[in-house]
């Protein structure tokens, strides 16, 4: 990547950050959360893909880009509405990670490139957007799934946790089970992999 490729990223980098930084919703130390999770983001691919491609780098940062502003609450309840919503957000994300891009100087094939992989077209088939979703299950795995499954009763958790798997490449499930879980979190896990004959979760 030459001098001026890196100050572009990191410049669109800065502006996604300015946009989740207005997040309204707050983790306990103040932050934005989505400010947070798009950090948590950038930090899991470096793990899991150091050498990751530009356009790889920009989805993951802007994967929840203002999320806040189209809550699940404003869609009626269940699967088939859930599906709905995480639809319409993959489209409202990639319009304004387009939008900032374009001001930052990208062209249009990068910019189509990078909403392709924001709305996982093709996740199983597109390396790309295949690594924003181990990417996004590891982050959820290692920061959300303690405080999600408190609210999920156990079998729901379990079944939710297949369908994790099942998105991950083979790659994101090794990196998944590097992961220190807590004694709960990672009994869970170790019910969800049974049936697959998966390997255990170390320590657990």
């Given amino acids: 990547m030459t001098e001026s490729e890196s100050a572009r990223l990191c410049a669109c980098i800065a502006r996604f950050d300015e946009a989740n930084a207005e997040d309204p919703n707050l983790e306990p130390d103040g932050s934005p959360k989505e400010l947070v999770y798009a950090r948590r983001m950038s930090e899991w691919l470096g793990r899991l893909d150091p050498e990751a491609p530009v356009e790889v780098r920009l989805a993951v940062r802007a994967q929840h880009i203002r999320r806040w502003e189209i809550p699940r609450a404003s869609y009626p309840k269940g ?4 599906l709905e919503w995480r639809r319409d957000l993959g489209r409202f994300h ?3 990670a387009g939008t900032i891009m374009r001001e930052c100087g990208y062209d249009e094939q990068t910019v189509a490139r ?3 992989v924001i709305r996982k077209e093709r996740f199983k088939v597109d390396p790309w957007a295949q690594r924003l979703e ?3 299950c ?3 795995l290692e920061h959300y799934l303690e ?3 408190e ?3 156990r079998g729901s958790m379990v079944n939710i946790l297949r369908r994790t798997w099942k998105r991950m490449s083979k790659a994101g499930r090794q990196a998944a089970l590097t ?3 807590s004694p709960r979190c990672a009994a869970l896990i170790r019910s969800a992999l049974e049936p697959s004959d998966e390997a255990s979760v170390a320590g657990a």
């Fill in 79 to 82: 699967r088939t509405a859930y």
């Fill in 134 to 136: 181990d990417v996004a």
């Fill in 138 to 140: 590891l982050v959820f």
């Fill in 94 to 96: 990639a319009e304004i």
């Fill in 179 to 181: 992961i220190d879980y």
């Fill in 114 to 116: 990078v909403q392709a």
């Fill in 151 to 153: 609210t999920q009763d």
């Fill in 147 to 149: 405080g999600f499954a």
